[in-house]
């Protein structure tokens, strides 16, 4: 069973730059979702989907953050305007249903200069 | 707001010696707790899990124990392996929300 694919692995930007994360989670999971981790903390939610509908965006700074699932399946992340303080690794989760094991996928290292 | 939190960030053990992590939560309302494994550079790696109608889960050499009443719950290792060096973390999953604690980083000394 293929596990959660992010891409990409590694990406740099300037300050003030746009860019987009992408996600494609087990198949057959309705949960997705989006994790921002700052080097030595645990992971904080950005935003949590069932399908395609939005559980929980509460913790997603919406002024430049936001976050798709269009068809239920694949779900791309994107930051627009980045700031430095964005540098962190983006991780993407999904499970079969709420209240079951989540897996994760490898992240996203960003780092905004 | 829902916390969960870990007693202490790093622990160092001696390969062969058991290890035990421990993390408090503060909602008595939850229900489902996960622990997860994290190696530098990768996601974290699911390794057990327990709901509140249990108090203790075993695994191959890991344990969980789940105290309702002072609402804790503990990772037990046994003969800890290089190989179990990462940073763990306790995860409050129940009410279909995945909240995550700070994490604990062991290491394993040879």
């Known amino acids: 069973e293929a596990g959660v694919a992010q891409s990409p692995r590694y990406k740099i930007i300037e300050k003030r730059q746009s860019v987009a994360f992408w996600c494609n989670p087990i198949?057959?999971?309705?949960?997705l979702y989006w994790y921002q981790q700052i080097l030595g903390q645990g992971p904080k939610l950005l935003i949590q989907?069932?399908?395609?509908?939005?559980?929980?965006d509460s913790q997603l700074p919406k002024d430049r953050f936001s976050a798709e699932r269009l068809k239920g399946v694949d779900s791309t992340l994107k930051i627009q305007p980045a700031k430095l303080e964005d540098s962190a690794v983006y991780l993407c989760?999904?499970?079969f249903g709420l209240g079951t094991e989540a897996f994760f996928g490898q992240g996203t290292r960003l780092t905004v200069v | 707001g829902e916390s969960v939190g870990l007693h202490l960030p790093t622990l160092s053990v001696q390969e062969g010696d058991n290890s035990i992590i421990n993390c408090a939560y503060s909602?008595?309302?939850?229900?489902?707790f996960i622990w997860y494994k994290q190696e530098s550079g990768k996601g974290p790696q699911f390794i057990i899990d327990?709901?509140?109608?249990?108090d203790k889960r075993q695994g191959q050499r890991v344990t969980v124990l789940l105290n309702k009443t002072v609402k804790h719950l503990s990772l037990q290792i046994a003969a800890t392996q290089p190989g179990d060096s990462a940073v763990y973390f306790c995860a409050d999953a129940g009410g279909g929300k995945l909240i995550f604690g700070q994490g604990t980083e062991l290491s394993v000394k040879p």
């Open positions: 989760a999904s499970t």
């Open positions: 327990i709901r509140s109608n249990m």
């Open positions: 909602n008595s309302a939850s229900d489902y």
């Open positions: 198949s057959g999971h309705a949960t």
């Open positions: 989907f069932q399908n395609n509908g939005v559980v929980d």
